[in-house]
């Protein structure tokens, strides 16, 4: 089946052995094969518009955000049916969001239905209270969990039809050093 959606993601691997059981159960997309993420923009265009020059303007607008580090600090909660990871800082995902979107004001982060897009790694949604509370309490003791984020993945498929797949990786820029250049 041809995939009929696509997503940004950062892969963060460091949170695996903490996340990987709970997101194998608690979530449904680490059943369609997307791994433990910070969401960048989904959905993202539609796969027919995938087109090289967008992944050309893909590829230059994440290059403009320099490669930064992050740590999952805490666990956090939307309402009572989402448990997730918080990354700090979150302004570098923000940043990204919202370069992309710039670039491609045709696709709002979550389709424009929240009005603020809080960065965060879903560790599970839509289970029995007791078994997310067991699940924060559980990853809470790996954290924090520090990663080193130094690209992008566009992937693509069809939500609980199909696998997802890598489509593109995008490096992000070199770090920001706070430096100035000097010219002679």
């Not at 590829?59 to 955000?65: L, Y």
Request: net charge negative; proline share 11%.
């Amino acid at each position: 089946m041809e995939p009929t959606q696509t997503a940004l993601i950062v892969p963060i691997p460091e949170a695996e052995e903490a996340v990987g059981r709970f997101r194998a159960s608690l979530d449904r997309a680490a059943s369609w094969g997307v791994p433990a993420h910070v969401t960048v923009l989904y959905p993202f265009l539609p796969p027919q518009r995938i087109t090289e020059q967008a992944l050309a303007a893909l590829r230059d607008t994440i290059a403009g955000v320099p490669r930064f580090d992050v740590a999952l600090t805490h666990v956090d909660w939307f309402g009572d049916a989402v448990l997730w990871l918080a990354p700090q800082p979150d302004r570098p995902f923000r940043d990204l969001t919202g370069a992309v979107w710039r670039r491609f004001p045709e696709t709002p982060p979550y389709a424009g239905a929240h009005s603020d897009v809080v960065p965060h790694l879903t560790i599970g949604h839509d289970a029995d209270k007791p078994v997310l509370n067991h699940a924060a309490e559980t990853v809470a003791a790996y954290l924090p969990i520090n990663a080193a984020v130094g690209g992008v993945r566009l992937i693509a498929g069809t939500p609980d039809v199909s696998p997802w797949r890598t489509v593109c990786e995008f490096p992000l820029g070199a770090p920001d050093t706070g430096l100035q250049a000097v010219s002679a």
